[in-house]
């Protein structure tokens, strides 16, 4: 993926909107620039869920099986900068944030729906294409994962999905003889709201400005 070229949709022309206003062609020019940034790009190693990041966040990996175009109404759609876009602003949102990676992964799909309808693209049939190429934690075709590879991500996802099934269960009825279901009801509710907060850079800074404030 040419990281260093301006889309060709995107011309360097005055706009005649102000720069605040919410258009395809802004967001076409603010994709080019995330994507300019990336340190470092590889596309030679098994990813699950298709991409991630490194654990210092200067390298984004994109699975070496995916495509890199994705065949639209008679165009060929450059697809690594839209997943680009993506790692890039859900490793911000938990590093400089704090968030958790479940609350980061949903704001950083939005950005990445909102590029790819801004590229004339319908997000049903990008969406459609990607989960062909998926690959879970536990896929025997992960035999060449990087060293670096950050794992918050997959280990946040698979802790809070079990616990939100053993709260499924629960609210079904479905509790060890001698537990209260209520009680381990709100257990496991307290649990999760743990495991959702990330030990992250920015979730330590936040913690020490709290720290000062008192």
Avoid at 16 to 36: K, Q
Avoid at 62 to 74: A, C, E, S, Y
Avoid at 173 to 201: F, M, N, S, Y
Wanted: aromatic fraction near 8%.
């Amino acid at each position: 993926m040419p990281l260093d070229l301006c889309h060709p949709t995107a011309p360097h022309k005055k706009l005649r909107l102000p720069e605040w206003y919410v258009s395809s062609l802004m967001m076409d020019r603010a994709l080019d620039a995330i994507c300019r940034r990336v340190k470092k790009f590889d596309r030679k190693h098994d990813i699950p869920y298709l991409a991630g990041y490194g654990l210092d966040g200067k390298t984004i990996y994109i699975d070496r099986h995916m495509p890199k175009f994705f065949k639209w109404r008679g165009r060929m759609v450059d697809t690594d900068r839209f997943l680009v876009l993506h790692e890039e602003v859900e490793k911000t949102l938990i590093d400089q944030l704090g968030l958790h990676y479940l609350h980061a992964h949903q704001i950083a799909t939005r950005a990445e729906e909102a590029a790819v309808r801004a590229a004339g693209i319908e997000w049903r049939a990008y969406d459609r294409f990607m989960q062909k190429y998926v690959k879970t934690i536990g896929d025997e075709r992960l035999t060449k994962v990087p060293k670096d590879l950050d794992l918050k991500p997959y280990r946040d996802e698979q802790d809070d999905d079990l616990l939100n099934r053993m709260l499924d269960s629960v609210d079904a009825g479905k509790a060890p003889k001698g537990i209260h279901v209520r009680d381990l009801a709100e257990a496991i509710k307290e649990l999760r709201k743990k495991v959702r907060r990330h030990d992250t850079p920015g979730s330590h800074r936040a913690a020490a400005v709290k720290r000062k404030t008192k």
